[in-house]
């Protein structure tokens, strides 16, 4: 029974990264900052777990030039859905370290890892949508032209440069997942240690 018990420090990092989950519910995740000629200061679009925030009204303006859907909290089913998964991940990584089990460790670890891809997959399949069903009649339309954010990184937009990053909460997430990443590694790494000296 013993050889399934978790590290005091691994169970210490685990307890540390449910903690880190709970506090990405404050603070945005993702943001995407736009730049052009016309606003030198610079506009924001900052994604949090169940809203948007920043220049929201001001880019939705924008965007209905292009002939973009204006962004709206309510048009999404993630920023219901997002809060209580990051919940359930927070009390599982919680419960994993309470258990005390290995087994729980490596199962918490990739089932939390799986849902990362589906997030960052789902993220890139939001932005498609947006940049790539224009609205026909919009009064600029450039033949050929979408207007897809970049997933991560900066990409040009006709006269706006969009420059897509983490944002607080989100770099709170990925250092979440990297911890348990860290902690499963260093797990798998010490038992195989323990069993050869046995």
């Not at 990264?17 to 000629?37: G, N, Q, R």
């Not at 016309?38 to 949090?48: C, D, H, K, T, V």
């Not at 030039?65 to 048009?75: C, F, K, P, S, V």
């Not at 498609?128 to 997933?151: C, D, F, K, T």
Request: hydrophobic letters at 55%; a positive charge; glycine letters at 6%.
């Amino acid at each position: 029974m013993k050889q399934n018990k978790l590290k005091p420090w691994i169970r210490s990092l685990t307890f540390l990264s449910a903690l880190l989950l709970v506090l990405v519910l404050f603070f945005p995740i993702w943001k995407i900052e736009l730049t052009a000629p016309q606003y030198p200061e610079g506009l924001a679009l900052q994604i949090f777990a169940g809203k948007l925030g920043g220049d929201v009204e001001i880019i939705n303006g924008l965007n209905h030039y292009i002939g973009m859907r204006t962004l709206h909290a309510n048009d999404f089913i993630e920023f219901t859905i997002l809060p209580y998964c990051i919940i359930f991940f927070a009390v599982l990584v919680f419960v994993t370290a309470i258990s005390n089990r290995k087994s729980m460790l490596y199962f918490t670890t990739v089932l939390f890892v799986a849902f990362c891809i589906v997030a960052m997959f789902d993220f890139w399949r939001w932005e498609y949508n947006y940049g790539h069903n224009l609205n026909s009649e919009a009064p600029i339309r450039v033949p050929g032209m979408a207007y897809q954010p970049p997933l991560l990184g900066y990409k040009q937009l006709l006269n706006f440069g969009a420059f897509s990053i983490p944002d607080i909460g989100g770099w709170v997430f990925i250092a979440a997942a990297v911890l348990l990443v860290l902690c499963m590694s260093f797990q798998i790494i010490i038992s195989k240690k323990e069993k050869k000296l046995l």
